[in-house]
């Protein structure tokens, strides 16, 4: 008992606690009105009807690190038959990991089950990893199956208590991210967690535990076996942490962009390409952190444009500069395809590269169409990127800031006035006389 005592102070999960360390509201001071009205309607609910249930996971622990909650997640210990039929307005979700959607008009809650550890499920593959995860077991088992100690942490709005069965509360005082269990056979059952960690390291401010940190670079080959869908969700997580920057480079320092993009290290191995993407990705975090959203084909687009510009290699004055930049974003298409972006990116990426050869042409009504491209903006803001990393004039993006702004009925006017080439002229049309048929007799000699 003193010895469970003290593994819970020293921040020490054990998995064979069975009843939590309680932490008050004086010390945690976690108000109930900062839970969302939807978790607690839903929490409300299962109590009447007889179950437990508990705020889980990210929420307990952002409210304990200062930050506000964006989802709030509920644990239960009824099965995802049961929360169904106490809910009208829900739905079952997953296959690996069985969930329900509990809806209250425009918000939705995420209501899981208790589960069982790890070891109690038989659906694994060859390499550990866990391909379906419904057993269901109690609130201590769910505690230990968690991934991250200040991810196992659960709130009671009807005590107003934190439980913590893993030592996760020290280590929100600590700022420690310390996963639970044996490192490494947590990242067998799901190689996402090393992802994961690194996104809430730096987004949260956390220090990542040694040991939990130590087998990145031998593991980091299990991420090639994890299923596309999960990269993408995983990575576009990063993408709207606000911290984009920094974790690439702790993506890349560990190894795991070869799961990712592949030419990552390529790329920022060669200064200005590596400047162009560290410049996306700072202005990435400024757009997140100031409340604005972000278009994953976008930031894609940029990841790869390097490909496409080294292929390009445009001549202003060529004539044929267009159908050079169709080549080079045909061949770095083969490169997207190979990746965990989803086809219907493809399309809206490939309209950003095309979009960098039309915004050349400021002749005559080629600027107008360009503008009624429905990717216009996209294409602009990733001129605008390139004019600031000086791929581009000052003067071409400057024009197209000004020009969009113009009123439809001026621009006509405005462009005759301001008209710049953008490409080489075409050449006129030599219209010449048709040749005189010849009658050609050939004699039997010849």
Request: proline share 5%.
């Amino acid at each position: 008992m003193i010895k469970r005592l003290i593994d819970r102070l020293m921040g020490q999960p054990s998995e064979k606690m069975s009843s939590p360390l309680r932490i008050s509201f004086d010390e945690h001071n976690i108000d109930v009105d900062h839970i969302s009205p939807c978790a607690s309607r839903t929490i409300a609910t299962l109590h009447q009807e007889g179950h437990e249930a508990y705020v889980v996971g990210g929420a307990v622990r952002d409210l304990l690190l200062g930050f506000v909650p964006k989802d709030f997640d509920v644990v239960t210990d009824a099965t995802p038959e049961e929360v169904r039929r106490i809910f009208r307005n829900s739905r079952i979700i997953g296959r690996r990991f069985r969930l329900v959607h509990v809806y209250c008009g425009r918000d939705m809650v995420e209501v899981s089950t208790f589960r069982a550890p790890h070891e109690a499920s038989n659906s694994k593959d060859r390499k550990g990893r866990l391909l379906r995860d419904n057993t269901f077991g109690s609130i201590n088992e769910d505690a230990i199956r968690r991934d991250f100690t200040v991810n196992a942490l659960f709130y009671d709005p009807r005590s107003k208590e934190v439980l913590d069965f893993c030592g996760g509360y020290v280590d929100t005082q600590k700022n420690l991210l310390r996963i639970i269990g044996a490192p490494v056979q947590r990242y067998r059952e799901d190689p996402v967690r090393m992802l994961r960690a690194i996104r809430l390291s730096e987004k949260l401010s956390l220090t990542i535990d040694s040991k939990t940190k130590s087998p990145f670079k031998k593991q980091a080959g299990l991420l090639d076996g994890v299923p596309t869908a999960r990269l993408y969700d995983e990575f576009i997580k990063v993408v709207k942490s606000g911290s984009l920057a920094s974790a690439v480079e702790q993506i890349v320092a560990f190894g795991f962009h070869s799961a990712l993009f592949k030419k990552l290290d390529e790329v920022k191995a060669r200064s200005k390409e590596g400047d162009f993407l560290r410049l996306v990705y700072k202005k990435t975090d400024e757009r997140i952190n100031s409340g604005k959203s972000v278009s994953p084909a976008f930031l894609f687009a940029a990841v790869f444009w390097p490909e496409v510009n080294k292929r390009w290699k445009y001549v202003e004055s060529d004539p044929k500069y267009m159908g050079a930049l169709v080549r080079a974003i045909d061949e770095a298409s083969i490169g997207l395809s190979q990746t965990f972006i989803p086809k219907r990116l493809i399309a809206d990426i490939r309209d950003i590269w095309y979009l960098q050869g039309r915004l050349l042409n400021r002749r005559g009504k080629k600027p107008t169409q360009v503008l009624r491209h429905t990717k216009f903006r996209a294409g602009y803001d990733f001129l605008e990127l390139r004019g600031i990393a000086g791929e581009v004039p000052e003067e071409l993006v400057d024009w197209w800031t000004r020009f969009q702004d113009i009123e439809p009925e001026d621009r006509e006017s405005w462009l005759e006035k301001n008209t710049k080439l953008g490409g080489a002229e075409p050449k006129k049309r030599v219209r010449r006389r048709p040749r005189k048929k010849r009658n050609i007799e050939i004699s039997p000699d010849q």
